[in-house]
């Protein structure tokens, strides 16, 4: 039909943590969800599946983005902007980004994450 439902899972070293709203029928769905977190010292990654919600079947990746430690540790005011989507099925084809803030707040031993989920297209 040319549009999608979706929304995102925020996944720590592939934990499912968070997951947004659904966006009804658009491929510039806006969010601007913000969430934290409790954040393990020895976390590896961050990633950001954008889903399509499909009611007959199961619901379609439509990719991801994926923030390392390192990512964060470059950038220690957080990041904050686009990100291009890539896939999660070699097979398929993907198109499109993610608008994210992203920061990392407290000391070593009591960290929490602050996820911004803003906008896709």
Not at 85 to 111: A, C, K, N, T, Y
Request: charged share 25%; proline share 4%; glycine share 6%.
């Amino acid at each position: 039909t040319g549009s999608s439902d979706p929304y995102c899972i925020v996944k720590i070293d592939d934990e499912a943590i968070i997951r947004t709203a659904t966006v009804w029928k658009t491929l510039s769905p806006f969010w601007g969800e913000e969430y934290e977190v409790q954040l393990q010292p020895s976390f590896h990654s961050i990633s950001i599946y954008v889903m399509d919600e499909d009611a007959l079947s199961r619901d379609d990746v439509i990719g991801k983005v994926c923030i390392t430690r390192d990512m964060l540790v470059e950038h220690p005011k957080g990041y904050s902007g686009w990100m291009s989507l890539s896939e999660v099925d070699p097979d398929e084809e993907v198109q499109g980004e993610i608008h994210l803030r992203v920061e990392v707040l407290g000391s070593q031993g009591s960290q929490r994450l602050r996820c911004s989920v803003l906008e896709a297209r």
